[in-house]
């Protein structure tokens, strides 16, 4: 909180502050005499007793201030909106191991698929480039922030020194942040729901690489929020025509009449970035 001259406290904004701040009474609670009653956790100011914002009751505040927090960040950085990149964390970079590989199959795959790897990378460079005529305000290049396709993306925007997000996730295995991600816009979650919130509020382009269960997920909660016109009508592109057809088949949906056939409209595969990035210039009219 600034002080001026004239004594009186103002906050950061410049507006009147008549009550003290939350950090100046955690600074004066930490420096109460130690007895049994400043030691016992009923003592703890709420907001920095980790004990209580834990527990199950304070859920709904968890997933709160998991939104807040995100949302406050990219504001004050003037982020306007994104392009997300969704794919495999097992995508190796091309001439790296297929460290995620069970059997020979699965590594031949792998080691083949690593041309997405360079096509993200790519794609990342062509966004980047872009964004730079709004100051990189638009057009951020947002991925999950781990490695593979996610790794990719980060780089390639990073590369053209361009601000790039990560919004990982806690796992039990692949998801730490990959080192090229802009630290300050590097994010961890705790709640799916937010995490997806956030990939989509200011998403201008969604970019799906070939990937597993989560990608899939992602994939499809986006689908389903542009057919069913709760999200705006934005491009939906996926990589490797040939991998997608082999895993869903959507004309088997629009034939049964679980989807109408104008739904098939809505994807736009690609194998290529120049391809990929023509198509959001299209629809932006670039």
Not at 53 to 76: C, F, S
Not at 170 to 181: F, I, S
Not at 234 to 249: D, S
Request: aromatic share 10%; glycine share 8%; with cysteine.
């Amino acid at each position: 909180m600034a002080k001026p001259s004239n004594g009186r406290e103002r906050s950061k904004d410049g507006s009147w502050a008549a009550l003290k701040d939350s950090q100046t009474d955690r600074r004066r609670a930490a420096e109460v005499p130690r007895t049994p009653q400043s030691e016992s956790p009923s003592y703890r100011l709420a907001y920095v007793d980790d004990d209580f914002m834990m527990r199950e009751e304070l859920r709904p505040v968890r997933l709160q201030l998991e939104l807040l927090k995100v949302e406050m960040i990219l504001a004050e950085r003037g982020i306007k909106s994104t392009v997300v990149m969704f794919g495999g964390a097992r995508i190796p970079e091309p001439g790296k191991d297929a460290w995620a590989a069970r059997n020979e199959t699965q590594r031949a795959s792998l080691t083949a698929a690593s041309v997405y790897y360079e096509e993200a990378r790519k794609f990342a460079r062509l966004c980047a480039g872009y964004a730079a005529q709004f100051n990189h305000h638009e057009y951020v290049v947002t991925t999950g922030g781990g490695p593979g396709v996610m790794e990719a993306g980060n780089r390639g925007a990073a590369e053209m020194g361009a601000p790039t997000i990560g919004l990982n996730i806690v796992l039990p295995h692949e998801q730490a942040p990959n080192p090229y991600v802009t630290p300050e816009l590097s994010f961890n979650f705790h709640y799916f729901a937010i995490r997806k919130m956030h990939f989509l509020m200011r998403a201008k382009a969604i970019v799906i690489f070939p990937g597993g269960f989560g990608t899939l997920d992602e994939f499809f909660e986006a689908l389903t929020l542009i057919q069913t016109k709760r999200m705006a009508p934005i491009p939906l592109i996926l990589f490797g025509e040939a991998f997608w057809r082999g895993i869903v088949n959507f004309e088997a949906l629009a034939e049964f009449g679980t989807i109408a056939p104008d739904d098939l409209k809505l994807l736009n595969f690609v194998e290529t970035a120049d391809a990929a990035w023509q198509i959001i210039a299209d629809h932006y009219e670039h």
